[in-house]
């Protein structure tokens, strides 16, 4: 169905956080948000606001950096990229579920379905997805090129999908918690949602 060419799409404000003692002290160049707003930016069709954030691995300055970005920047989706491994620096998971009302493990399952494509040390990772208040808050993987595959998911040649990537479910998430209808573009990520909840009106 063509999609009225009156139709508003509603501001996104999307806050993207990467985790890293050396990248925040500049020892290294961040590729985190770059691969973040890069991957989004093409996925996304609604306009975005971006909220950047670059920090240490450091448990409370992270809780601290989420609630902030939830609550006094008003972001309705949160991704973060690092600090998911077993090692003892990686405490993304533990700080995101200090401020989590409700967990959702199913993005971490599926994360890891998808990286165990390609490598066995991917069972080693732990990422998780969160509710807080009406925000949705997601924990990526560390390298550029994992964070598009999660995102996207897995095609044959045909551009089929193999394996879903998650942002196909973020944006009816969103919706659940009561924030605004994202719209994707289908040729970077087909969003799913049932028919009751799909909008064809155009918007005002």
């Known amino acids: 169905m063509t999609e009225p060419l009156d139709r508003v799409l509603s501001r996104v404000r999307i806050g993207v956080v990467s985790i890293s003692d050396r990248a925040s002290t500049g020892v290294y160049e961040d590729k985190g948000l770059p691969a973040l707003q890069d991957w989004l930016g093409r996925a996304v069709r609604n306009p975005v606001d971006w909220v950047p954030r670059l920090i240490p691995d450091e448990r409370a300055q992270i809780a601290q950096t989420l609630r902030g970005l939830v609550d006094d920047e008003h972001c309705d989706l949160v991704l973060t990229t690092g600090g998911t491994g077993p090692a003892p620096r ?96 289908p040729a970077v990520c087909a969003a799913f949602r049932p028919k009751s909840a799909q909008r064809t009106e155009p918007l005002a």
């Not at 998808?114 to 560390?142: C, D, E, M, W, Y």
């Open 90 to 185: 990686d405490v993304t998971p533990e700080a995101t579920l200090d401020v989590a009302d409700k967990e959702l493990p199913g993005f971490g399952e599926q994360m890891r379905q998808i990286s165990l494509r390609f490598v066995p040390t991917a069972i080693l990772s732990r990422q998780t997805a969160v509710v807080r208040g009406k925000a949705l808050l997601i924990n990526l993987p560390g390298q550029p090129k994992s964070i598009a595959q999660t995102l996207q998911g897995l095609l044959d040649e045909s551009g089929r999908p193999v394996v879903q990537g998650i942002f196909a479910a973020v944006p009816y998430c969103v919706d659940l918690i009561g924030g605004p209808y994202i719209e994707t573009d």
